[in-house]
């Protein structure tokens, strides 16, 4: 047993170094792993908030930060600092309540604030966009935040981004987050739809 014990100090003197970064790059890898796992859950319930809300015809509009911060619109919004959580939209976008014109802004995990109001785009856009689509997409023209639009008046739900916006599915709202919030390279495609005459962005 001392030579054992003694031959496991030795190996642990001589290979220290490399013993302490095999343990950081797994601690590294574990954290980002539990990272990746919660940002995954928080889309999940993101994309089945924006579906129920849909189908309730209850709209919304729901601006993730990226890169460029959104300081100046939250400041003149309602300041939360909350956890993201179907509830707490639910509760925000239910018609008639105070917040529920505005937009939602969200840092991270983190519900930063409610009732923002964006500049509208100044584009031609078809009667079926409103006031949400427009601010949606005005944001988009001088950030790099990505938006979730849910319209009240059609149930659909949009995403706006680059000054584009275009209807998705819940798995392409799904598998477009998964993309923009888990830092996964994002490929925007121009494509034509047949059965309307317009242009749509989808994400490959």
Do not use: W
Not at 44 to 53: D, G, K, R, V
Not at 160 to 172: D, L, P
Not at 189 to 203: A, G, H, I, L, P
């Amino acid at each position: 047993e001392k030579v054992f014990g003694s031959l496991v100090l030795i190996i642990v003197v001589l290979f220290h170094e490399d013993i302490r970064q095999a343990l950081s790059r797994f601690s590294v890898r574990a954290l980002f792993k539990r990272r990746r796992t919660m940002r995954e859950a928080q889309i999940q319930m993101l994309a089945s908030t924006a579906l129920e809300l849909a189908k309730k015809h209850i709209g919304a509009i729901i601006v993730l930060e990226k890169q460029m911060p959104l300081g100046d619109f939250m400041s003149k919004g309602v300041k939360l600092d909350a956890e993201v959580s179907h509830d707490l939209l639910f509760t925000i976008f239910f018609p008639n309540t105070a917040l529920h014109d505005g937009a939602v802004i969200i840092q991270g995990d983190r519900l930063a604030c409610a009732s923002a109001y964006f500049p509208p785009t100044n584009q031609e856009l078809p009667s079926r966009y409103g006031a949400r689509h427009r601010a949606a997409i005005g944001i988009s023209e001088i950030t790099d935040s990505v938006t979730i639009v849910v319209s009240e008046e059609t149930g659909n739900i949009s995403i706006a981004e680059g000054g584009q916006i275009t209807t998705v599915s819940k798995k392409e709202l799904r598998d477009y987050l998964l993309r923009v919030v888990c830092n996964e390279e994002t490929v925007v495609r121009e494509k034509n739809t047949k059965t309307q005459n317009r242009k749509s962005y989808f994400v490959i």
